[in-house]
């Protein structure tokens, strides 16, 4: 496998860019492996990664029904944050947040991670006070947020109209200067490319049908598109359709499906220069690297798992944006997509054993994963290979729903990616 340098990439051009190895195999599964992960997201290959860098675990398959990071991974936002309210999200985010910084480095791959900042604005009395509490309980965590008035808003962000003529005027927002976005394909790319270079199996437009056990009840292996493949362990990672799956181990989770929708507009020059969210209008806004507006809101109010959405969800998400940025009232909109999201009753993740020996759970990211992705595949692959949880994801069990000890971000956050 290349290593990319400047050298190679000058080598590379000289000779019209012919000559780069591939950059993982196509390969037809083992009999057998020691572990196998269902899904072929950021989530699901960066466990791979992770269990074969730090636990020495290599005979792994990552398994997809389509092409690896084409579910969610390559479907959203980009947000990357960890302003979150309550202390198990803040170090669980704010661990992701700090494998960010380096992850180009660590996979040798231009994740494109860019901490442009996330700014979160208040329209009315109740969301100053609610962010102010952010403010104040993320700096307990050592989680960089602070305020800002509308002033400084306008100054971080030039497009915002801070007019107070406006429906929704801007009374100041909250700063996360280390948040940002990253490019998400490449994530997908770059944790792929490790964990093959290190001899993970990735097993692409192979869906897993069925999860099998033992008379003892505990796994087997995966029933699959490809025939019967024995595992030592099995972890799914598989977004929306994670309860899908589990339910073929005859385990039930508390996860409903939504569709949630994206769009982004024609390109323009750079022009935003952050990240943009309001829960009062209910949107977020910021643009990409190729100049296009990138726009999106909440789920739509249906489970679902068409991968389109309705048409009125965009129509109020655009009329929002064009509230607080009357500028971009005549930008034209290029595509719009969806995604199926996997939503659990208190907003939060579930990253955990489950009651089926050898099976492993990481879902629940509902319409936020994208951002924790290095943070719960990197504790996830600990769980996988210690049959234990890492302290970070150690809240984050199934149990909580038993016991009653939520972690209920659906209360503290209107727009939660
Ligand atoms: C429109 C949209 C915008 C979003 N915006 C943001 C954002 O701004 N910030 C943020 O943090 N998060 C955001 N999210 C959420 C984020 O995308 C997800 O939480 C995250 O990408 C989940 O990653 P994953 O690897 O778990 O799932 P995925 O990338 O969906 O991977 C799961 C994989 O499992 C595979 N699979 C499913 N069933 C099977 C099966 N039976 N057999 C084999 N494979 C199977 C799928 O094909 C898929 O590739 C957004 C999501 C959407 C849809």
Redesign the pocket.
């Known amino acids: 496998m290349t290593h990319f340098s400047a050298l190679s990439l000058v080598k590379n051009a000289l000779s019209g860019h012919k000559n780069w190895t591939e950059q993982w195999p196509e390969v037809e599964p083992k009999a057998e492996y020691d572990v196998i992960i269902?899904?072929?997201?950021?989530?699901?290959l960066g466990a791979a990664h992770y269990l074969a860098k730090e636990h020495g675990i290599t005979n792994i398959a990552v398994?997809?029904?389509?092409w690896l990071g084409?579910?969610?991974?390559g479907?959203?936002?980009?947000?990357?944050r960890s302003n979150y309210l309550y202390d198990e999200s803040a170090r669980l985010y704010d661990h992701a947040v700090d494998l960010w910084q380096d992850l180009s480095q660590d996979l040798n791959y231009n994740v494109m991670y860019s901490n442009r900042g996330v700014l979160m604005l208040a329209h009315n009395v109740h969301d100053v006070q609610s962010f102010k509490r952010h403010v104040h309980a993320n700096r307990l965590n050592g989680v960089d947020n602070r305020w800002l008035t509308k002033e400084e808003c306008k100054d971080y962000c030039p497009p915002l109209s801070i007019s107070p003529d406006a429906r929704y005027p801007v009374l100041g927002g909250a700063l996360q200067k280390r948040a940002g976005t990253a490019r998400h394909d490449a994530v997908a790319w770059g944790y792929a490319r490790s964990a093959a270079a290190r001899g993970v199996d990735i097993i692409q437009n192979c869906?897993?049908t069925a999860i099998r056990r033992h008379p003892d009840g505990s796994v087997a292996g995966v029933e699959t598109a490809k025939g019967f493949i024995k595992a030592k362990k099995v972890a799914v990672?598989?977004?929306?359709?994670t309860s899908v799956?589990m339910q073929t181990a005859d385990v039930r989770l508390p996860l409903e499906s939504y569709p949630?929708?994206?769009l982004v507009s024609e390109p323009v020059k750079p022009v935003f220069p952050c990240v943009v969210m309001s829960n009062a209008v209910h949107a977020y806004i910021s643009q990409s690297d190729k100049g296009e507006l990138v726009i999106?809101s909440g789920t739509d109010q249906y489970t679902s798992y068409s991968q389109r959405g309705g048409l009125p969800l965009i129509e109020h998400t655009v009329a929002a944006i064009c509230e607080i940025f009357p500028m971009f009232n005549r930008m034209r909109m290029l595509r719009k997509w969806?995604?199926i999201?996997d939503v659990t009753p208190d907003r939060s993740a579930i990253i955990s054993k489950t009651p089926v020996e050898g099976l492993y759970v990481n879902c629940g990211?509902?319409?936020?994963?994208?951002?924790?992705?290095p943070g719960a595949a990197h504790t996830f692959a600990w769980t996988i290979a210690k049959n234990a949880p890492h302290p970070i994801n150690a809240p984050f069990t199934l149990e909580r729903f038993r016991t009653g000890r939520l972690i209920d971000e659906a209360a503290a956050a209107a727009v939660a990616?």
């Open positions: 269902v899904g072929a997201g950021g989530h699901g398994i997809d029904k389509g084409g579910g969610n991974t479907r959203n936002t980009t947000i990357i869906a897993v990672s598989a977004a929306g359709h799956v949630l929708q994206a999106g969806g995604g999201v990211w509902g319409t936020g994963g994208f951002k924790a992705t990616h």
